[in-house]
């Protein structure tokens, strides 16, 4: 699992939210969501940057925080 992932399964935890939860307020299918709190950034199923930016916003997390989880530096330890 990468950053991404990892961020958005904390995140969907602490805030008691599954992946149909969170896609009834984002708007994005349940089984994309699923497969970005699975995979990350890096899985099959690639987030745009409106569904990151709509994540963060359903999540209350800084837009900044998301897109750096899904596109970590180049040699970053994630």
Same mark, same amino acid.
């Given at each position: 699992?990468? &950053? =991404?992932?990892?961020?958005?399964? *904390? %995140?969907?935890?602490?805030?008691?939210?599954? $992946?149909? &939860?969170?896609?009834?307020? %984002?708007?994005?299918?349940?089984?994309?969501?699923?497969?970005?709190?699975? *995979?990350?950034?890096?899985?099959? +199923?690639?987030? %745009?940057? /409106?569904?990151?930016?709509?994540? &963060?916003?359903? =999540?209350?997390? /800084?837009?900044?925080? +998301? =897109?750096? $989880? $899904?596109?970590? /530096? $180049?040699?970053?330890? +994630?």
């Amino acid at each position: 699992m990468d &950053a =991404l992932g990892e961020l958005l399964q *904390d %995140t969907m935890r602490a805030r008691h939210l599954n $992946a149909q &939860a969170l896609a009834d307020r %984002t708007g994005i299918r349940t089984p994309r969501i699923r497969a970005f709190a699975q *995979d990350g950034a890096e899985g099959p +199923v690639h987030p %745009t940057e /409106p569904e990151l930016a709509e994540l &963060a916003d359903a =999540l209350d997390l /800084p837009l900044t925080q +998301v =897109l750096a $989880a $899904a596109h970590p /530096p $180049a040699g970053a330890l +994630v």
